[in-house]
Structure formats: structure tokens, C-alpha cells
């Protein structure tokens, strides 16, 4: 018997436009259903955490009654993780954390549901949650990094750079040096100073006390990731010694950025001394000159940041009053230089992470 020919299966023109719309819709439900297992889980711990409270102010409970409760529950669930009674202490802490802090709560950008949960906190990990917890003591900045996190899908390990290098802090800088509420409207303004930091925190170099322009330029396009990092979501590296000709002159940009979010170009002048009046005038015509030769019709102003070692914030305040540009300065910091006996025997960041990325264990499993 002869075999039967295969027929050429004639698709329907828009077959491949129907099967990316169900493989998109099949990744956002699984994404989804995560998500909604995620909520609850935090919300079990939450509610778990009030009855070990509430247990505690009507009968005592103490430190034998949870080791026998994380015992309990490890036997009546031996494939659930996270019930040790380590973890257990954490549930409480994480329901009295929030709890006795309702009135701050109530009064940010927080909404609370019935049960005083904040709901950004149920919408991130219970790793992230217990980080924040042990990391991050003021509500505030605990739910901006909460908000950061879900708006930048920060991993865990991202998240933690973000608190050790005191983001927080260095983004709400009660004497951040710029004129951005001057020279851009409003809505604009209030992004760029999300953007701007102060100081910088370059920790991944260590240069020579005697390192010019040159070698600080050199080091963070040497650590670009590092440096993106640093810098936030969204800066595009466009070049470094980017090439400007104006009146038929040149003029060489140190690092010039492209910001996805802000849509506007970002120029950054880099300097290995203290501010100096004279800065400012530089990159007022660096940011000029941009405006004029390379951005867009539906572009942003583009903005300038002068990265000095340190800076008179009273001089920063005089030179940047009357400039029609955005500009900003900010401070950096570097490593600190090791003696010469000691380096290259200390390990890298690459390989610190592997290290942790072996022998870490999720917070919520048994520890």
C-alpha cells in the first residue's frame, strides 16, 4: 500500500499574528496567576503574624510555644516551606512593622486595605518584604523602595545594592544642587530630580590620588554595567568623547546619555576636583549645543550633570542661578585605594556574587 502524501497545510495570512497574540496572552496569565500566589502567601504570613501577636497580648506565648507551632505546622505540610520558627518570628515582625505604624501609612501614598496591609507590600516577594524589614527602618523609605521594586521589577540582590549604597537617601538630598524647578515645567522637573543623585556612588573604582578626568572617564566605561547600574533605569549610553562641531570648532563631551523615560538627552561632564563657578558656563554650551545638533523635534530639553569629587553647595547656588540650561551637580565616590600587598588578592564583585548565588538559600525556606 502506497503511503498517503501529506497535505500542505495552507495557514491563514494573519496565523502568526494570532498565535503572538495567545502566546502573549498565555505569559501574562501565568504571570498573573504568580503574582496572585504571591499576594496570598504574604497575606497568610500577615495573618499568621496577627495571631502570634494577638496570642502573645491575651495568653504570653513565648519563644517554646513558637518553636512548637513551627514544629506543628512543618509536620501537618512536609512539602511547604516556611514555616520555621525563625520565619514565624518574622511573620509577627512583619504584621507589627506595618501595624503600629498605620497613622504614617494612611497619611503616604500607601492604600491600605481592611486589614492595614499596605497593598504594595502583598505585591512583592516575601524575601524582598523581609529584607526591607530588617534593612530599612523608616516606613517612608521602605515604600519607596516597595514602589521602586515593582515599578523597576528589582531582583532581590538589586534591591539590596540599592540599600547598602543608600539610594533612599542619596535621591532626597534636602541641598541637591540644580536649577531643574527653574528651567523645566513642573511634571518635568520633579522627574529629572527622581534621576539626579547625590553622591554618586562609584565604589566599583579604585583610582590613584593622582587620576585625572581621563582615568575616572576610562574607569566607568571600564565598569559600564556597574556604572548603568549607578545611574538608574533608563540612561541609554550614547558615547564617550562625543564629537561636537560648533562655529567650526571641536568640542568632545565626556559621557552623553540618552534617558528613555525623561526623553531627552543627558550630558555629563566629569571632574576630578572641586566645583568651580566656571562649570556651569561649560555645560550650559554643552547642553545648548545638544539641543541645537542632535535632539528631536519630540524631545525633552536635555539636561547636564557635573560630576566634581566635592562641591560648596553656596558657590553651586550662585553659579547655576542665572543659567537658562538644566543643570545639576553632584559628588561621587570612589573606593577607597587598598595597599599595594593587598590588591588583587581581594575577590571581585563578579565573584562575590557567584559565591552568594551558591550558597544562598530564599529567606522563606528553612534556615
Not at 46 to 67: C, F, M, N
Request: one cysteine or more; charged letters at 25%.
Amino acid at each position: 500500500m502506497a503511503p498517503r502524501k501529506k497535505r500542505n497545510l495552507q495557514l491563514p495570512p494573519d496565523y502568526g499574528e494570532i498565535l503572538k497574540q495567545i502566546k502573549s496572552r498565555i505569559q501574562s496569565a501565568q504571570i498573573q496567576a504568580v503574582l496572585a500566589v504571591n499576594r496570598e502567601l504574604i497575606r497568610l504570613y500577615w495573618d499568621i503574624g496577627g495571631k502570634i501577636v494577638e496570642r502573645q497580648k491575651l495568653e504570653g506565648w513565648g519563644t517554646a510555644v513558637i518553636e512548637r507551632l513551627a514544629k506543628d505546622l512543618q509536620q501537618a505540610f512536609p512539602g511547604v516551606k516556611g514555616f520555621s520558627a525563625r520565619n514565624i518570628w518574622r511573620m509577627r515582625a512583619f504584621y507589627l512593622a506595618y501595624t503600629q505604624q498605620v497613622q504614617e501609612l494612611s497619611n503616604s501614598v500607601a492604600e491600605l486595605d481592611g486589614q492595614n496591609l499596605p497593598q504594595p507590600v502583598a505585591e512583592i516577594p516575601w524575601g524582598h518584604n523581609v529584607l526591607l524589614l530588617e534593612k530599612v527602618k523608616d516606613v517612608q523609605a521602605r515604600l519607596w523602595y516597595i514602589h521602586k521594586t515593582l515599578e523597576q521589577g528589582w531582583s532581590r540582590s538589586v534591591l539590596w545594592h540599592h540599600i547598602d549604597t543608600k539610594l533612599y537617601q542619596r535621591q532626597f538630598q534636602p541641598e541637591r544642587a540644580a536649577n531643574f524647578q527653574l528651567t523645566l515645567p513642573p511634571a518635568q522637573s520633579d522627574l529629572v530630580r527622581e534621576v539626579l543623585k547625590d553622591p554618586y556612588n562609584f565604589d566599583f573604582l579604585t583610582l590613584a590620588d593622582d587620576a585625572q578626568e581621563k582615568d575616572l572617564e576610562r574607569g566607568l566605561l571600564e565598569h559600564i554595567r556597574e556604572f548603568l547600574l549607578e545611574l538608574g533605569v533608563g540612561f541609554a549610553f550614547v558615547g564617550n568623547q562625543y564629537h561636537l562641531n560648533v562655529g567650526d570648532e571641536d568640542f568632545y563631551i565626556d559621557l552623553l546619555f540618552y534617558h528613555l523615560r525623561l526623553r531627552c538627552f543627558v550630558v555629563i561632564d566629569l571632574k576630578m576636583k572641586e566645583f568651580k563657578p566656571e562649570f556651569s558656563g561649560k555645560m550650559n554650551f554643552y547642553v545648548s549645543a545638544v539641543d541645537d545638533l542632535l535632539r528631536h523635534p519630540d524631545d525633552h530639553p536635555s539636561i547636564g550633570i557635573i560630576l566634581c569629587k566635592t562641591k560648596n553647595q553656596t558657590l553651586v547656588e550662585y553659579a547655576l542661578r542665572d543659567v537658562n540650561k538644566p543643570i545639576g551637580v553632584s559628588t561621587y565616590q570612589l573606593r577607597d585605594a587598598l595597599p599595594e600587598q593587598l590588591q588583587g588578592s581581594l575577590p571581585t564583585i563578579e565573584q562575590l556574587e557567584a559565591e552568594l548565588e551558591a550558597v544562598s538559600v530564599d529567606i522563606d525556606e528553612e534556615e
